[in-house]
């Protein structure tokens, strides 16, 4: 195992260092690092010995991708979780296994997975809480529109199949 590796989960789980920290001190990038920690959390210190895979079975590849869409965590965990040397690996078997649609879907979801509305604050009139309502829903309309837009876009410029 290379002696950086050793030295930044000492330095994330021992020292309590930020990644940054960490990453401008050996000279890694933070990415990688925190591809590193992931690893380290789910196989140990033997997921980071391990030597780097130079292929992936094709059902191995979709199993990845259907906990990714399954679960949209972000790409360095799975990678941690599945002992993947990359988040960008993932980030490829995606684009390469999903159609636009389905992309656009997968991104949508995320987004409203990660999108918390805004409770109401007390002492609110109801009024005002309707009128922030209305704001808030109308931010998400137009957003939708402009999401149905890009992919109407989109299908102009594909070839149609026959």
């Known amino acids: 195992m290379n002696i950086k590796k050793a030295e930044v989960i000492d330095a994330f789980f021992e020292k309590g260092m930020s990644l940054?920290?960490?990453?401008?001190?050996?000279?890694?990038d933070k990415m990688v690092i925190s591809s590193w920690i992931e690893i380290y959390r789910f196989h140990g210190m033997e997921g980071?010995?391990?030597?780097?895979?130079?292929?992936?079975?094709?059902?191995?590849?979709?199993?990845?991708?259907?906990?990714?869409?399954e679960t949209a965590e972000p790409y360095s965990k799975v990678a941690g979780r599945f002992n993947i040397p990359s988040r960008a690996t993932i980030w490829k078997w995606m684009h390469q296994y999903m159609s636009e649609e389905e992309w656009t879907l997968y991104y949508l979801k995320r987004?409203?997975?990660?999108?918390?509305?805004?409770q109401p604050k007390?002492?609110?009139?109801?009024i005002e809480k309707l009128q922030e309502e209305l704001e808030y829903l109308r931010a998400e309309n137009a957003?939708?529109?402009?999401?149905?837009?890009?992919?109407q876009e989109k299908k102009k410029f594909q070839p149609k199949r026959k």
């Not at 940054?20 to 890694?28: E, N, T």
């Not at 895979?53 to 259907?66: L, P, R, W």
């Not at 007390?122 to 109801?126: A, E, I, S, Y």
């Open 143 to 151: 957003y939708l529109k402009k999401l149905d837009a890009l992919v």
């Open 20 to 28: 940054r920290k960490i990453a401008r001190d050996l000279g890694v």
């Open 48 to 69: 980071l010995m391990a030597p780097a895979c130079k292929g992936y079975e094709e059902s191995f590849k979709i199993h990845v991708i259907q906990h990714m869409i």
């Open 111 to 118: 987004e409203r997975r990660d999108m918390n509305k805004k």
């Open 122 to 126: 007390q002492g609110m009139t109801d």
